[in-house]
């Protein structure tokens, strides 16, 4: 079986591997502290006695799912701690799959790179429904697409890689769609700590059997390294994800899990404010230096990333090469996120020199 | 789709639950400390740039790949770094049957209880193949069970549950079995640094395309918690079973990565000596006070573990949870492990109560 394995890992590396100064705007890693209280875990886990070194429940430590079903609002039974977001995905993607009610998975196009190729691991088909020009996925058109084949909606908002937030009727809608078709919305949230738009809506809000919410800690606490996220799963599909949770990984790193605990616990709105304004003040200096730039570009409403266009300049590998070699600036090529971006390019926000590669981009274009 | 989940949580918990002082002899959790150095690699990690905090290489820490490689003696492009020995067998179980060569795996009888559940949810079906009362295989039987619907031998030295060692005569053999059939074999040695015979080898020992070889810093460095551990494949194996790794985990936790690499590099042989030491002084023990109590036993090579059989007491759950009621001792059902040891009991030796655990089971079925 042979999978697509995303082009992330390449282009990081060739960016490395450059022969001059490349700005990095490839992976969506925080360039940000994490929580202070988070590093205090891990200095405070350093002294603990030996029997904090061995297993932690396999769902994730309990402290830990009892902080996440309280802040979200549902029962501690239907959270399970996974590897990161990456893991989530993959549990409910299963999971909807193995409900045998059907192979197709619907995803969005643009898509976000790794949901086709675990699509095709797990044995399921891809299609798309098309996004419009500023990300918004129109309903009737998900609608229109579904049917008695359907294991699967993805949805992701904030999107990656189009910066939308879907609207509250949106969402609303789309766990409507899971329910008509007895199949499941998969809603990966996982950048919900960054709605700049101020209208994110959490699938959690519209209670339904047909619905799997995954999140992570990798990006609100800027830690994509320690693999701590979460699936919220419907009473009724929780036990078998459990199992395979505990087939797969048999748990999750708990030095990991307790750092996490510690941050959620200590570290005020403030830290998450300070990182949207961070956020907020560098899509404002790029999208300028775009407009300078005579770029096209969509302005995020959410999420790390700002899809451009450059005039007979299309988002292929061989130009995201072209341009890490020439302008000093690397970004992943449209045509990872599906057919419907060919043309763009997508640029990573989390890098302190966001004006240096649009200035870059600037001159390397005009 | 059903999996089996193991029963190691359900008894745990019913231990934990107990009205009374129990021994836990159930999971395979070290109570003995980690290695000083693995502290240290936590505290270190606490004060690290924030650029440390995020995505290690999806394979796992270079410096860390490269120090299993040289210390293995393979190239460093055949090891994966995985989320503990449960995702190094769940990708090389994956990965036979991806050669769609067959559906079949062939495990042993007793089994490790997870083998099993990891087959079904990939798709394959067991078969069994019966060690002998000591636990030994003999390859004879391995061949007369391969067939071309055999994608893979699951073996395991020292093994669990039994103790047993496979002498290098097995092991040679069973690479061969597989090369004859077009398999695999997975060797799942995770116990190597355990064993108190002075003969195990591994699978890496024979250069072969047709075997995987699974390992994990669980037990020798006794962080069960900590989800370390890897795989080594045939180099033509090793791209699919990293896409899959790619797109179940993204990556394993990276402080838990760095932690295991300063343990690796700064400890020395006396630590791993002292445990095994340990380990053979509790099996000694242990064994004395079943002779005492009538017992029949055998006595483990390597690896954790003891099983038992106490006349009329055959090891079922109803009886395990009897004897943490009525003996204040909590050890696993033989009928866990497959049906060869329906009648026995299965006790870990990683607790300092050995001593009181076998007293009381002999004063109970005296």
């Known amino acids: 079986m042979e999978y697509e394995t995303p082009l992330f890992f390449h282009v990081m590396e060739y960016a490395a591997q450059a022969d001059r100064d490349v700005v990095d705007m ?23 006695d ?26 501690v039974e239907q ?8 893991e989530a995905n993959y549990l409910a993607m299963a999971r909807a799959l193995e409900r045998d009610r059907g192979r197709e998975i619907l995803l969005t196009d643009p898509v976000y790179s790794y949901y086709p190729g675990k699509t095709t691991m797990l044995g399921g088909t891809q299609s798309y429904v098309a996004a ?11 609608r229109a697409a579904a049917s008695e084949e359907t294991a699967a909606i993805v949805a992701n908002s904030p999107n990656n890689p189009t910066g939308a937030v879907y609207p509250e009727e949106t969402i609303r809608e789309l766990v409507a769609i899971a329910e008509e ?19 994110f809506t959490s ?32 009473p009724h599909l929780v036990e078998n994800a459990r199992s395979r949770h505990m087939l797969v990984n048999v748990a999750g790193s708990r030095p990991a899990q307790y750092a996490v605990l510690r941050a959620l616990r200590e570290t005020g709105p403030d830290y998450y404010e ?14 300028d230096a775009l407009d300078a730039a005579g770029a096209e570009y969509t302005t995020p409403q959410g999420a790390f990333y700002v899809m451009a266009r450059f005039d007979g300049y299309p988002g292929t590998l061989e130009n995201v090469e072209k341009l890490v ?21 997508r640029f990573a926000l989390v890098t302190p020199r966001v004006e240096e590669a649009a200035d870059r981009l600037a001159s390397y274009f005009e």
Do not use: C
């Not at 419009?132 to 998900?142: C, R, S, T």
């Not at 949230?189 to 101020?198: N, P, R």
């Open 26 to 48: 490839v992976s969506g890693n925080p360039d940000w502290e994490p929580p202070e209280a988070l590093r205090d875990g891990l200095r405070e886990y350093a002294d603990f």
């Open 274 to 287: 300070r990182n949207r304004a961070l956020l907020a003040d560098r899509v404002e200096t790029f999208t």
């Open 181 to 199: 078709y007895d199949a499941i919305l998969v809603s990966d949230e996982v950048y919900d700590h960054y709605d700049l738009s101020g209208r």
């Open 79 to 86: 959270v399970v701690i996974t590897n990161g977001a990456g």
């Open 325 to 345: 070699d020439e302008a000093g600036v690397a970004g992943m090529p449209g045509e990872a996120f599906g057919d419907s971006r060919r043309d763009w390019l």
């Open 203 to 234: 699938a959690l809000r519209f209670d339904s059997d047909h619905r799997i919410v995954t999140n992570a800690f990798s990006k609100s606490l800027a830690i994509t390294g320690f693999r701590v996220g979460y699936a919220v799963f419907p």
């Open 50 to 75: 030996p029997d904090r070194f061995q297993y932690p429940p396999s769902a994730g430590l309990r402290e830990l799912r009892e902080e996440i079903a309280a802040r979200r609002g549902v029962d």
């Open 132 to 142: 419009d020009e500023e990300g918004q996925l129109d309903p009737a058109d998900v």
